[in-house]
C-alpha cells in the first residue's frame, strides 16, 4: 500500500483525486509529502478578503462559506457553499496572485488537506495528469460560477432554492438561513414565505 494511503484523510483524497482527474498511483507518489494536514476551528478562515490564496485544499471534513461584504453597507453576500469531498480555494487568485476579493471561513470546525500553488506547479512539470487535474478544476469552478450566474438571471427564488436542497441535501441543517437567503439573493421574511410554501420539511 502506498504510504500516502496509509490514514483517512489521505487516503479520502486519494480517492477524490482518482476519481476526478484518473490520476495513477505514481501520479499520487509524485504528491504524496506535498499535501498537509490542515484543521481549520468554525469561524476561521481557509482565506482572507484582500489577500493573495496560495493553497487549494481538499476538504476532508466540514463546510465553508465563500461570501463577499458590500463596502457601502456593511452587508455580507455569500457566494457559494463548499462541503466535504470538494476542492476548496479561490481559483483566479490562484491563478493570477492577485488579492482574493472573498472571505472563505468554514461554518463548521473543518480538516482539509492542502498543497501550495508553487507545489503544485512542480507538479505540472513532472507529470500530465497533474496538468489535467489543474484543467479540471478550473472547468469545475466555470462551469459552477456560470450555473451560478444562469440561475440568478433564468429561476426563480423557489427554484433556486430546490436546487440548492438537490445539491446540499441537509444544507438547513447546517447553514444559518439568513446565509441561505443570502446565497438565494432573497431576503429572509421572502425565504420564509418560500419554506412555508413548502412545508417545513424543506
Known amino acids: 500500500m502506498l504510504s500516502f494511503l496509509k490514514d483517512s484523510p489521505r487516503q479520502l483524497l486519494a480517492q477524490q483525486l482518482q476519481a476526478f482527474a484518473h490520476l495513477s498511483d505514481e501520479d499520487l507518489r509524485l504528491a504524496e509529502d506535498h499535501w498537509q494536514l490542515r484543521t481549520i476551528p468554525r469561524h476561521e478562515f481557509f482565506n482572507f478578503r484582500n489577500s493573495v490564496c496560495l493553497y487549494i485544499g481538499f476538504i476532508v471534513s466540514g463546510l465553508f462559506r465563500v461570501y463577499y461584504v458590500d463596502p457601502s453597507t456593511d452587508m455580507e453576500h455569500t457566494v457559494a457553499f463548499v462541503p466535504e469531498g470538494t476542492f476548496l480555494t479561490s481559483l483566479k487568485s490562484l491563478v493570477t496572485q492577485e488579492a482574493c476579493p472573498y472571505y472563505i471561513a468554514a461554518l463548521e470546525d473543518a480538516e482539509l488537506m492542502v498543497i501550495s500553488v508553487g507545489q503544485l506547479h512542480e507538479l505540472y512539470k513532472q507529470s500530465h495528469s497533474w496538468e489535467r487535474f489543474g484543467r479540471l478544476l478550473a472547468e469545475q469552478y466555470l462551469v459552477l460560477h456560470q450555473a451560478k450566474s444562469e440561475a440568478m438571471l433564468f429561476q426563480t427564488a423557489e427554484q433556486r432554492y430546490l ?35 413548502l412545508g417545513k420539511s424543506k
Open 163 to 197: 436546487a440548492l436542497l438537490a445539491q446540499f441535501p441537509g444544507v438547513t441543517n447546517r447553514v444559518s438561513l439568513g446565509h441561505i437567503a443570502s446565497y438565494l439573493g432573497i431576503k429572509g421574511p421572502s425565504l420564509s414565505r418560500i419554506r412555508g410554501q
